[in-house]
């Protein structure tokens, strides 16, 4: 089980700042889809040529045009990219393929996915590396986790490994283990934190011990 440290609200500098903390206890670093916006793939590349041992996702959230995105993301020295689920089959075809020439890999994020475990099948047959459940930003201001739908897709997907985003704090953390997937993503639950470098050594801790 692997821990991703997500970074959205900050920008180049101020991403360095919080990686050089915790470094040591995360296993992937993701670009989050407003640092993208804000900075463009500058801050991915900056981000990986910051820190080279580190596995770099670029949060893209890919829709159209799949094989160019990943391409350019791939440039910018991403190791992972994210397409959509909602997006058309063709669409995460061409970013698998793309990805597969560089060595890449590919997460699709099931955000806003009706159907959870009929598309997590769907999207693994494509030769996707990660499915992700994903509560967003505005899911959680409802309450929402993903818990179900990580139980959901664990029971379908076959070939890729599983992911959960959204949400995941140190209290909650002991659940979304036990819920085995194999990747947490967590992002306010270690940068919201007074003492980041802690939180991120205790949950490295915690899911290196499963």
Known sequence: ?????ALDLVNIDGAKEIVSEVAGFIDI???GTPIVINEGLHAVKAIKEAFPALTVLADLKIMDAGGYEVMK???AGADIVTVLGVSDDSTIKGA??????????ILVDLINVKDIAARAAEVDALGVDYVCV???YDHQAEGKNSFADLQAIKSVVKQAKT???????????????????D?????????????QKAAAAEMKRLVSQA
Request: proline residues 4%; aromatic residues 0%.
């Open 29 to 31: 670093v993701e670009i």
């Open 163 to 181: 992911a959960i985003a959204g949400g995941i704090k140190l209290n909650t953390l002991p659940e979304v283990i036990a819920a085995g997937p």
């Open 96 to 105: 698998v393929e793309e990805a597969k020439k560089s060595g890449r890999e």
């Open 1 to 5: 089980m692997k821990l991703q440290l």
């Open 73 to 75: 993301a791939a440039e």
């Open 134 to 136: 994903h509560s967003g």
């Open 183 to 195: 990747l947490v993503i967590v992002g306010g639950g270690i940068t919201g934190e007074s003492d």
